[in-house]
Nanobody, 129 residues
Framework: QVQLAQSGGGLVQAGGSLILSCTAS????????MGWFRQSAGKEREGIAC????????HYVDSVKGRFTISKDNDKNTLTLQMTSLQPEDTAMYYCAAFDTTYAITYYCARPVDDSYHWGQGTQVTVST
């Protein structure tokens, strides 16, 4: 019984910061590559940050590179997204996901609607001007 429980979303002013958390149960995060995905109103879901099983290899889309940081704590079975310098275009529903390690993490990040992934319930991030 796999569950990815998300927390940390909310409303923030442009230029501000938020930290999103994803706590896994029913799986060991050390056995999975994981990532953060988001979906803005009227747009398709996109992978924005992914990491390998250890958390030591990361991938970011250009739009968040340098502003967002993905990390894992496999001892706590958690995945974290640190977001800084938030802008209105970051407004979206954010989802964490866990997937296998067969391919490079870029492969999984480029497939944001794969139902074979384990998905969190999503959390809303709204950035105001």
């Amino acid at each position: 019984q796999v569950q990815l429980a998300q927390s940390g979303g909310g409303l923030v002013q442009a230029g501000g910061s938020l930290i999103l958390s994803c706590t896994a149960s029913g799986l060991r995060t050390k056995d999975y590559a994981m990532g953060w995905f988001r979906q803005s109103a009227g747009k398709e879901r996109e992978g924005i940050a992914c990491t390998n099983w250890s958390g030591r290899v990361t991938h970011y889309v250009d739009s968040v590179k340098g502003r967002f940081t993905i990390s894992k704590d496999n001892d706590k079975n958690t995945l974290t997204l640190q977001m800084t310098s938030l802008q209105p275009e970051d407004t979206a529903m954010y989802y964490c996901a866990a997937f296998d390690t067969t391919y490079a993490i870029t492969y999984y990040c480029a497939r944001p609607v794969d139902d074979s992934y384990h998905w969190g319930q999503g959390t809303q991030v709204t950035v105001s001007t």
